[in-house]
């Protein structure tokens, strides 16, 4: 799961990015959780945060339901 996860997350987030190349996704894993922690550049935050946290919010869903289907917590922290 940890691997799909990263690449889907990288996946979304370079379409909607004006620097792809800056997109970096890192893994911390915990006991029953698995927190991904994506970094874009500073301009690019907004796109990747979107309207109210919308698109945000849709990549934590995804990410829910693929951990859930594993047992595991996964949480997605948006650097800035």
Do not use: C, F, N, W
Request: hydrophobic share 40%; aromatic share 2%.
């Amino acid at each position: 799961m940890e691997d799909r996860a990263r690449e889907l997350i990288e996946y979304v987030a370079r379409a909607l990015v004006d620097e792809p190349d800056a997109v970096e996704v890192h893994v911390v894993e915990a006991d029953r959780a698995t927190m991904y922690e994506l970094s874009v550049e500073q301009r690019d935050l907004g796109k990747v945060i979107g309207r109210d946290g919308r698109t945000a919010r849709a990549l934590r869903t995804l990410l829910a339901s693929m951990g859930s289907r594993d047992g595991k917590r996964a949480i997605l922290d948006i650097l800035d």
